[in-house]
Antibody, heavy 126, light 108 residues
Framework: QITLKESGPTLVKPTQTLTLTCTFSGFSLSTSGVGVGWIRQPPGKALEWLALIYWDDDKRYSPSLKSRLTITKDTSKNQVVLTMTNMDPVDTATYYC??????????????????WGKGTTVTVSS | DIQMTQSPSSLSASVGDRVTITCRAS??????LNWYQQKPGKAPKLLIYAASSLQSGVPSRFSGSGSGTDFTLTISSLQPEDFATYYC??????????FGQGTKLEIK
């Protein structure tokens, strides 16, 4: 059974750096095709895809936030860490991590987030 | 950057109704389209992947169709537990796997 859990501060001040940790179980991030992604959701708004790290340490970032984001993994600890610099009140949101699956359907490979953590709420305020 | 546009943004329906939600991509994404359901205060739940494949454990009243730029999520007979917000997501561009803006399904 795959589970993921986000942890980190609930309150950060503007200009500070946010560090969030996703601790997971039930899969290995060294298995080919596997990834872990981060997604956020401001209050009352839509989901926003932030970043993704693959089993081979390939990393992807939202172009609009790329300069502020860093995603890393610690395979031995089963953790993925997301850092976001220069936090602003508009970054107030619930932050989710999710297991990214790769599956073959007919002749092609497809990708989706099949298991999500419960999310952690981060408020940016002085 | 691939933009995903859902319609309608909100929808009122009754238990037993057949409901269709549409998602349009700004460029062709083949069948790289996923659908998620989110209830208030909860994480999203995967319903459909690869445009039409039903995720394990999801009721068969949910179905997905489409390819290229136009996709639909259909709920054949609404149940009380289906009232939620639904999001589409493209996984064609792994540079950024964008979500739609969501469709809120409410009880009429």
């Amino acid at each position: 059974q795959i589970t993921l859990k986000e942890s980190g501060p609930t309150l950060v001040k503007p200009t500070q750096t946010l560090t969030l940790t996703c601790t997971f179980s039930g899969f290995s991030l060294s298995t080919s095709g596997v990834g872990v992604g981060w997604i956020r959701q401001p209050p009352g708004k839509a989901l926003e895809w932030l970043a993704l790290i693959y089993w081979d340490d390939d990393k992807r970032y939202s172009p609009s936030l790329k300069s502020r984001l860093t995603i890393t993994k610690d395979t031995s600890k089963n953790q993925v860490v997301l850092t976001m610099t220069n936090m602003d009140p508009v970054d107030t949101a619930t932050y989710y991590c999710a297991h990214r699956q790769k599956v073959r359907v007919r002749y092609y490979y497809y990708y989706y987030m099949d298991v999500w953590g419960k999310g952690t709420t981060v408020t940016v305020s002085s | 950057d691939i933009q995903m546009t859902q319609s309608p943004s909100s929808l009122s329906a009754s238990v037993g109704d057949r409901v269709t939600i549409t998602c349009r991509a700004s460029q062709s994404i083949s069948s790289y389209l996923n659908w998620y359901q989110q209830k208030p205060g909860k994480a999203p739940k995967l319903l459909i992947y690869a445009a039409s494949s039903l995720q394990s454990g999801v009721p068969s009243r949910f179905s997905g169709s489409g390819s290229g730029t136009d996709f639909t999520l259909t709920i054949s007979s609404l149940q009380p537990e289906d009232f939620a917000t639904y999001y589409c997501q493209q996984s064609y561009s792994t540079l950024r796997e964008t979500f739609g803006q969501g469709t809120k399904l409410e009880i009429k």
